[in-house]
Nanobody, 121 residues
């Protein structure tokens, strides 16, 4: 079983940037896809981005061009760089691991505790 710990959340002004990290431990990291989801108050958890073991990335349409997902297999860590943030992107951001790297919640078997991102208007 893998343990995932997110960090890097916080408060940023609209149009600003934040970088989230997710550190994994407990099993071989490099062979798993790693994804990010977010959940705003009163809304369902939604897909943000995923990166497969091959480093191929997929992004939700709403973040494409503004967010960049990368991984460092030597450090067992994935990074989500978020630029041009919008107030409506205020949410708890979750890191998760998957064998397939899909876009659905059920594609992911382990989840971190989440990190809060607040975007002030």
């Amino acid at each position: 079983q893998v343990q995932l710990v997110e960090s890097g959340g916080g408060l940023v002004q609209a149009g600003g940037s934040l970088s989230l990290s997710c550190a994994a431990s407990g099993r071989t990291f490099s062979s798993y896809a790693m994804g990010w989801f977010r959940q705003a108050p009163g809304k369902d958890r939604e897909f943000v981005a995923t990166i497969r073991w091959s480093t191929i990335t997929y992004y939700a349409y709403s973040v494409k061009g503004r967010f960049t997902l990368s991984r460092d297999n030597d450090k067992n860590t994935v990074y989500l760089q978020m630029n041009s943030l919008k107030p409506e992107e205020r949410a708890v951001y979750y890191c998760a691991s998957s064998r397939s790297g899909g876009t659905r919640r059920e594609d992911y078997s382990e989840w971190g505790q989440g990190t809060q991102v607040t975007v002030a208007s």
